[in-house]
């Protein structure tokens, strides 16, 4: 991965205006920017076809579980045709963070998703920070975050 990739569009850091998003998760749990004031939020776009969606998986995951971070993980599900799989799916990968079964009315609570993944990042005061289209990584994530505390 180039390292231009790996600094990607986190360097968007003007000021966004934070969108306020409330979604239900897969075990009906609201999941809101509002809810996890005080934490860095990475709201992540994928489906079960995208070939970079899955590669960053492990990563995302890594992300969430990692306490010192400071950080969770929400993942929205796009462009699916069965929820049962997605879940399965999501499932079989261990993916520990919290899974929302999207679509693109749906994203327009964050913002726009002009491909798959799509990546926003709000810092702990709920103010958007970053926005990725493409694969991330856990080590630039990781990085900014350092950055900007």
Not at 24 to 42: C, N
């Amino acid at each position: 991965m180039s390292s231009r990739l790996c600094v990607f569009i986190f360097l968007l850091t003007s000021a966004f205006a934070a969108q306020a998003f409330s979604f239900t998760d897969s075990k009906g749990k609201a999941q809101s920017l509002e809810k996890y004031k005080g934490k860095w939020v990475l709201v992540n776009f994928w489906a079960t076809w995208c070939p970079p969606c899955l590669a960053e998986i492990p990563d995302l995951v890594t992300l969430h579980e990692n306490k010192k971070n400071n950080l969770v993980v929400i993942g929205v599900a796009m462009d699916y045709r069965d929820p049962k799989e997605v879940l399965e799916f999501a499932e079989q990968m261990m993916i520990s963070y919290p899974m929302v079964l999207g679509n693109y009315k749906l994203a327009t609570q964050v913002g726009n998703v002009p491909g798959l993944p799509t990546t926003y990042l709000y810092n702990p005061k709920g103010k958007q920070v970053a926005y990725n289209v493409g694969a991330i990584t856990r080590d630039a994530i990781e990085r900014y975050i350092r950055g900007k505390k």
